[in-house]
């Protein structure tokens, strides 16, 4: 057969088809519109079933911890009379040391139930030891490939670690240089092998997440009797939030809702900085949770390795933070010099989101920051920081607002440095918007369709229908 | 030479730079597209061969052999003195805030 990276680009789709084993035809309405909750739905778990499952391999029953000396520094800070409460997500409890076991733990049982031997996921994130970790207790083959080095061979100190546990687990590991072709090496793996594909993106994925929303509702009610005013979420490829946001709605459905929870999602700036950039690839302290991933796949969620994305944050998200990369490293030195807890700095990014969130809100209103992850060497404030110093990266303290991502990291000098910024969603939606009209250039939009983006993005129809006239006027007059 | 048997780590070039045809910035052009796998090595050999290996799970790569017993060595990174500052004022912060209650 030929390898070549043509012709193995050219069998995307019969190779996509066979390795995930779902008809994303049957969910179709028209090209543009497919019925997501029957998609959904067809996971065919309930939220019991899933925790069964989850259980089963190490998964979910993640403690919910009251950050308190944490509130009380945030208080400090506060105007008089503010300064909400901070639970924390210890989600470094599940099998792999972070959320994405969720993820993992129903594809890899999916996988397990029909028949496949092996699993194979592209990612550089912690979802690829979730996968290996999964996989090792369902006596499955693991392959996962990973952007890991530059073209001098260096590797981020985070993203080594993360080939470390995948082969600690008993995976193989397929380690890349800089580049998208990564999705190639992973169309071949599949063909090669035959095995499922664990991708980050299938309804499996986003269902095994939707536990950890009905842990936080239903651990947060036992504490303080009422709901959760906002649920932060470090946010990437969107399915953090896509999944815990349903979860929380499941849970409010079946017992009735309490006062209104807002989702929040957070992501690290780290614009300037090209993501398939050899030169920028180790200029970076963050390889997940940072725009570079969360803008556009909230921009665009059919942009991953399925079909149609599970993962679509606009349905779900109220707000969008960003922080600096200097805010995020000062909150994980927080939760180990106050909390007493060590945890990876990637994870902590909602952390650093939720405190400036919490210094507005009254001292009753509750925030959840809803992960962590597992720390160890390369995931850690002092081997992220020293390697940037390595790449002509200062290291500075001051305000962080002051950073230049790829020249300083900016250390705040106390909480009052801290201050998020609010990425405009109206302007997240036009730009999913003006997406459409490029990936679907000659298709006359039905009424269905605009039923399905008004769900899709969380706004009026009669707001979408002027904004794609709007972007159509626009592109008529040469613009 | 390096021991059939011995663990170790081969590089793949998947595509020449002139191969590479994604959008993707000039540097990352300029380079070739490249893997890494580590596994058990098949036949004697010297660094620089082209060998096959065979992974932890079974499968056969052939590739460059480019490291005899590779590990990993990332570590906790060299001292950075701003996270010892921070966490003396931080832990300094919260007693004042105990004192005065």
Not at chain 1, 159 to 183: H, N, Q, Y
Request: neutral net charge; proline residues 4%.
């Amino acid at each position: 057969m030929d390898k070549s990276y043509n012709a193995v680009m050219s069998r995307k789709n019969e190779i996509m088809k066979k390795a995930l084993g779902i008809d994303y035809e049957k969910y179709k309405i028209s090209d543009i519109s497919f019925d997501y909750e029957m998609m959904m739905d067809d996971v065919g778990y309930s939220i019991n079933e899933i925790a069964d499952i989850q259980k089963q391999s190490k998964v979910g029953n993640t403690p919910l911890y009251y950050l308190s000396n944490v509130t009380k520094l945030i208080r400090k800070y506060s105007p008089k009379g503010k300064g909400a409460k901070i639970y924390l997500k210890d989600e470094a409890a599940n099998a792999s040391g972070s959320f994405k076991a969720r993820r993992a733990s129903l594809s890899v049982y999916e996988a397990f139930k029909r028949g496949y031997k092996g699993v194979i996921a592209a990612t550089s994130g912690n979802y690829g030891a979730a996968v290996a970790s999964q996989a090792a207790m369902r006596g499955l083959k693991c392959i996962i490939i990973q952007e890991v080095f530059d073209s001098k061979y260096v590797g981020q100190p985070e993203i080594v670690e993360k080939s470390r546990i995948c082969d600690a687990m008993g995976a193989e590991v397929i380690m890349s240089s800089v580049g998208p072709e990564l999705f190639y090496s992973l169309l071949s793996a599949l063909e090669d092998t035959g095995y499922f594909n664990a991708s980050l993106y299938t309804p499996y994925s986003i269902a095994g997440i939707e536990t950890l929303g009905w842990e936080v509702i239903n651990q947060i009610r036992k504490l303080e009797g009422r709901d959760p005013d906002y649920i932060v979420v470090t946010h990437a490829g969107g399915g953090n939030i896509t999944g815990t946001a349903r979860g929380v709605l499941k849970y409010k459905l079946e017992f009735k809702p309490h006062n209104n929870t807002e989702f929040v999602a957070c992501s690290v700036d780290l614009s300037g900085l090209h993501m398939a950039s050899d030169i920028d690839f180790n200029k970076k302290s963050f390889t997940t949770g940072h725009t570079g991933f969360g803008v556009p796949f909230a921009q665009w969620p059919d942009r991953a390795d399925t079909p149609r994305n599970a993962a679509r944050p606009l349905r779900y998200m109220d707000k969008y933070l960003t922080v600096t990369q200097g805010e995020v490293f000062y909150a994980t030195e927080m939760l180990a010099a106050l909390e007493g807890i060590e945890r990876g700095p990637a994870g902590n990014t909602s952390l650093a989101g939720a405190i400036n969130l919490a210094m507005n809100l009254d001292q009753d209103a509750i925030v959840v920051v809803q992960e962590t992850e597992y720390t160890g060497a390369g995931k850690h404030p002092q081997a992220q920081l020293s390697f940037a110093e390595k790449n002509g990266i200062k290291i500075l303290r001051g305000n962080p607002e002051d950073c230049i991502n790829g020249k300083t990291i900016v250390l705040p000098r106390n909480l009052s440095d801290f201050q998020y910024k609010e990425i405009d969603l109206k302007k997240l939606k036009m730009s999913y918007l003006e997406n459409l009209v490029a990936n679907f250039p000659k298709v006359k939009m039905l009424e269905e369709d605009f039923e399905f983006l008004s769900n899709d993005i969380n706004e009026e129809t009669k707001w979408i229908k002027e904004t794609i006239f709007n972007i159509l006027s626009e592109h008529k007059n040469g613009k | 030479m390096v021991k059939k048997g011995e663990w170790v780590k081969i590089e793949k070039i998947i595509l020449k730079p002139e191969e590479r045809t994604a959008k993707i910035p000039e540097e990352t052009k300029k380079v070739p597209y490249v893997v890494h796998i580590n596994g058990f090595l098949q036949e004697d050999a010297e660094l620089g061969d082209e060998v096959t290996i065979v992974s932890r799970i079974g499968r056969t790569h052939k590739g460059k052999l480019i490291e005899e017993k590779p590990s990993f060595k990332h570590n906790f990174g060299d001292f950075v003195p701003q996270l010892v500052d921070i966490s003396i004022e931080l832990k300094k912060e919260l007693e004042e805030i105990n004192k005065i209650k």
